[in-house]
């Protein structure tokens, strides 16, 4: 039966029952008649009942239009209960939002705001917490007697599902209070819950037994597991700021900064370069790294203290701890949920960086490397205090990354921008406008909250600061800070170039430094010592200021990108252009710059064997032309892609013959071949350090290598367990550490 054809039922049935209770005499109603008239107004109830609901069903939605001006409605009973109220607007708003006012009753309905303007929803007494439909959207409300709330906040669902989630695999998860994406995981990685929260994450191993950098790495970590490219402030939490900051009054995951910035740098931006990233440990018979549960385990040599090994023995890795003072640890008051985001490793001397932004340091002291005001060694890691008001520590720099304790000293990039530094000062090379020692960190005062990258070469130290300019001081023999002379220089001195620098990088060891600088421009600029031709100005003359290497970046795509200095007094050099290519040149006795042959070059030669390389690094270096065991380990990518996501790497290798070679070989080697790695990480690898140093017949070089699924390889000399193993003997097959 059609609607229609019930209410004309009803209709009739109505008047009939009128007609019969009005009539009289002989038209009166009988008895039969009222039965009818009972049955009747029974039937009447509920079909009036459903034509009610039908009504109500087949209503359209409330329209309520209101004018420009209009800052406040009221909602009667009737409007709310069409289901859907629309607000409309014939002109201009020129009122910045709508307040209405709805009945306090219990009801549920949908308001579809088409003003330009939001609506608050209240009841005459709701005073605070209304809900909000945004202008142009829809929201759904309700009210339990006394206030108006949000049954689902529509808008901000379908605005958190269509703005968080951007790319296949994203969810949708709730972080800190607010809607967020957590992206994809990558290959091996499943969905566990960590501190409270979903997180993708590598199984198969506890999280304390993957390591998640090497010692003396200069890129950070976001508690996510992404790479921290330096100019993005990140909370402990994870979150980050929508704009990159250079610097910050409070403890962040940064250390290195990626060069990123397309307007400045237009050829080295977005390439995979990072202004610093992994440094030589050069340790004494050992190393270190960083575990992905933020903790750090070190190994080795003993000597002077450096492992933090109270009672001095040589260990495999081992996880040492810390101490607040001279003979306690950590007090309870100070201990909270700190991690490690650093190791620095110096010959004798070793330092851990927290994530709140305190150095503990243990080992070699006699210039007061450990910062503590004396000069004797200790064995065990203390933290070093800072003066007040100093701020965090970003990170850790040193002099000696390619050399012994002599004249070692520390710096610390401070996360606002200032430079702190102590130790050894015999060459002015702690920058303060002297050469005397400084026994605890002092504040180079020549900066001011305006550095973004420190590094060091032999005793001659570099900056860049955050307007990219280069700054030099320390030893000057060979000319190697770049002002004109070769006089020692007490104070940082402005070098220039020219234009910006988009990355510095100094080799030294010792005496003998030499620089190089990428211009902005894709120029590459070099000074210092040159007596194997390691400039690239074919000569072998030293440079006292900043030279143009005239066979790179003069040309479309022969633009550098990339610069890597190794070598120490033998220095050499490999470079990167913007179409893929690599060259190297400098010294080459032994066939370390994979040439193939063993003639050093003075100027930049094309080397065919390499591709996309994310890092080029020395193994082995010598104060003695007698003893010569320059090596070089090459991480190498087949495209710029993998270069950029440090993914898909091999280690290649070339020079002296022996151990640190790993692979296969007789005699030296001046063509870099793939080490071997056990499957299935062949081809997985991420980033690449050496450690070790000598200056006769004996030396301790090795290597170590990080993939992807963060398992470490060693292989090279072993002593003193540097090798991370029982087993004290040599490898040329790399092994996997046991780290526990």
């Known amino acids: 039966m059609s609607t229609n054809s019930l209410k004309e039922l009803v209709d009739a049935i109505k008047t009939r029952g009128k007609t019969l209770a009005a009539d009289t005499g002989a038209s009166a109603a009988t008895s039969r008649d009222l039965v009818y008239l009972s049955t009747a107004a029974e039937r009447l109830f509920g079909a009036d009942a459903m034509l009610s609901m039908i009504n109500e069903a087949s209503k359209p939605a409330e329209v309520v239009t209101v004018s420009s001006t209009t800052t406040a409605y009221t909602l009667t009973d009737e409007q709310v209960s069409r289901t859907v109220v629309k607000f409309l607007i014939g002109v201009a708003m020129t009122s910045t939002e709508v307040e209405v006012t709805a009945p306090t009753k219990g009801v549920a309905f949908v308001i579809d705001n088409s003003l330009p303007v939001p609506i608050k929803v209240r009841t005459l ?12 959207s829809v929201g759904w409300v309700f009210c339990d007697g006394t206030f108006y709330d949000h049954v689902i ?31 994809i995981g990558s290959n091996s990685e499943y969905l566990v819950v960590d501190n409270g929260a979903p997180k993708w994450k590598r199984t198969g191993f506890r999280p304390h037994t993957r390591v998640a950098s090497m010692a003396n790495h200069y890129v950070g970590r976001n508690p996510d597991d992404t790479w921290n490219k330096g100019g993005e402030y990140t909370e402990a939490d994870g979150t980050k700021n929508a704009t990159p900051t250079t610097i910050s009054t409070v403890a962040t995951h ?25 440094e030589p440990m050069n340790a004494d018979q050992g190393a270190a790294v960083v575990t992905e549960d933020g903790g750090f385990m070190i190994w080795g040599a003993a000597t002077s203290g450096r492992t933090g090994s109270i009672n001095a023995r040589n260990r495999t890795p081992f996880r040492p701890s810390l101490h607040n003072s001279l003979t306690g640890g950590i007090p309870l008051a100070d201990v909270t949920n700190f991690k490690i985001k650093q190791v620095v490793l110096m010959y004798d001397t070793s330092y851990v960086v927290t994530t709140e932004g305190d150095v503990y340091a243990s080992g070699f002291n006699t210039q007061s490397q450990l910062g503590d005001g004396g000069t004797s060694a200790r064995a065990f890691f203390r933290k070093i205090a800072f003066p007040s008001g100093a701020g965090p520590v970003r990170y850790i720099q040193t002099t000696q990354h390619e050399a012994d304790n002599s004249t070692s000293a520390a710096f610390a990039l401070m996360e606002d921008g ?4 102590w130790g050894d000062n015999g060459y002015g090379h702690l920058g303060h406008g002297d050469n005397t020692n400084r026994l605890t960190p002092t504040k180079m005062i020549a900066f001011d909250q305006n550095v973004r990258m420190i590094s060091g070469g032999g005793r001659t130290m570099g900056a860049l600061t955050i307007d990219h300019k280069i700054f030099m001081w320390g030893e000057n023999n060979e000319g190697q800070v770049g002002n004109g002379s070769t006089t020692d220089v007490y104070t940082p001195t402005e070098i220039s170039i020219g234009g910006s620098c988009a990355k510095l990088k100094l080799s030294g060891q010792g005496g003998s430094c030499h620089c190089h600088a990428i211009r902005a421009d894709g120029k590459l600029y070099g000074w210092g010592g040159n007596g194997y031709g390691q400039i690239g100005d074919n000569s072998t003359t030293d440079r006292t200021t900043p030279t143009l290497i005239s066979t790179l970046g003069q040309s479309t795509g022969f633009e550098v990108i990339d610069i890597w200095g190794m070598g120490g007094e033998f220095g050499f050099n490999y470079a990167l252009t913007d179409n893929g290519n690599v060259y190297s040149w400098g010294h080459n006795t032994v066939g370390n710059l994979g040439v193939g042959d063993n003639v050093n070059k003075l ?6 064997n390499i591709t996309w390389p994310s890092q080029c690094i020395g193994v082995g270096k010598s104060t003695s032309a007698s003893y010569l065991y320059q090596r070089t380990a090459i991480m190498s990518h087949a495209n710029l892609a993998d270069r950029i996501a440090r993914q898909n790497g091999i280690v290649l290798t070339c020079g002296y013959a022996g151990e640190p ?13 793939p080490i071997g790695i056990a499957p299935p990480m062949q081809g997985k690898l991420q980033w690449l350090t050496v450690s070790g140093y000598h200056t006769g017949a004996t030396n301790s070089n090795f290597c170590m290598a990080l993939d992807e699924e963060g398992i470490m390889h060693m292989w090279g000399l072993g002593s003193a367990y540097s090798s991370g193993r029982v087993y004290n003997g040599s490898d040329t097959t790399p092994w996997q550490p046991m780290i526990l």
Not at 418 to 421: F, K, T
């Open 125 to 136: 007494g709701q005073t605070s917490n209304m809900p909000t439909i945004a202008a142009n």
């Open 153 to 183: 906040d529509t808008a901000a669902v379908a605005a958190a599902a269509t703005t968080a989630l951007t790319t296949d695999g994203d969810m949708l998860i709730r972080a800190s209070g607010a809607n967020a994406r957590l992206p």
């Open 254 to 278: 940064r250390l290195g900064n990626y060069i990123e910035d397309t307007t400045t740098f237009p050829f080295a931006a977005n390439k995979g370069t990072w202004d610093i990233d992994q």
């Open 418 to 421: 200032d430079v702190y530094s």
């Open 603 to 608: 100027v930049p030669t094309l080397n065919n």
């Open 661 to 673: 070679l790993g692979r296969p070989h007789s005699g030296n080697q001046n063509v870099p071949q």
